[in-house]
């Protein structure tokens, strides 16, 4: 964590890949706003897109959760991203600014975008499946925003967005921090069944093992970058 506070690097890493993220979500759009497929195939294709945007950054999380590899040149990113179980109140921000800042801490999403872009420019692609990865590529950002609601902001918007199950509750993920290993998901929360069953089999949890490598840190640094 020392590293990514002293080293100027990492941070300008974080809104290269947010620029890049982001930029690659408008041309996904851009390309697939002019396909027709009607809107309930429309519907469908997002509702798809939403919980395998909810399945896939689940999984993302509970790997990055009980990654120690903290001497490689990831380590201080691995650090920061960390650091939100022990100081798990974000800055407030407006929301497009959180979409923004949040989305350089998916550098796997930045190989995704530029995957699906190629896929979609260079393949005979089926139109409904097209835009099922671009609304996951997009959905994946929210994601970040959901997470940040359920820990910063309770307007009736968002009160009523949790209430419909398209953000996630704020009791569902106050389970993650309270016991070990479950609701790993934080977009909507939808597949965490699913995620604990994965978790128990595979994950080691992060009480007992990332936890306790940050547990006397007491530098600079918040969960909202």
């Known amino acids: 964590m020392e590293r990514y506070e002293k080293i100027g690097i990492y941070k300008i890493i ?7 993220n982001v930029s ?3 041309y996904l759009l851009y390309l697939v706003l002019p396909i027709s497929i009607g809107l309930p195939l429309q519907i469908l294709s997002f509702l798809a897109a939403y ?7 689940g999984l993302v999380h509970m790997i990055m959760d009980s990654n120690d590899d903290y001497d490689s040149w ?3 990113l691995i650090a920061v991203f960390h650091l939100h179980h022990k100081t798990p109140l974000y800055k407030k921000n407006n929301l497009l600014l959180v979409y923004f800042n949040e989305s350089g801490s998916k550098i796997w999403l930045a190989g995704y975008l530029l995957i699906a872009a190629i ?7 089926h139109p409904v499946l097209a835009c099922i ?4 590529g997009i959905l994946s950002s929210v994601a970040e925003v959901s997470h940040y609601c359920c820990h910063v902001s309770d307007s009736k918007t968002e009160q009523y967005l949790r209430y419909l199950g398209l953000l996630l509750s704020k ?10 290993n479950v609701n790993y998901a934080f977009l909507n929360g939808f597949t965490d069944p699913l995620l604990n069953v994965v978790a128990r089999k595979y994950s080691p949890g992060y009480k007992n093992t990332t936890d306790k490598h940050y547990a006397l840190y007491i530098g600079s640094g918040t969960a909202n970058r």
């Open 14 to 20: 974080g809104k290269t890949v947010s620029a890049v």
């Open 74 to 76: 990831a380590g201080p």
């Open 24 to 26: 690659l979500q408008c």
């Open 51 to 57: 919980l395998a945007a909810d399945l896939i950054n």
């Open 133 to 136: 990865i671009v609304y996951i």
């Open 171 to 180: 009791k569902h993920h106050g389970l993650h921090h309270i016991a070990d």
């Open 119 to 125: 896929l979609i420019r260079a393949t005979p692609i």
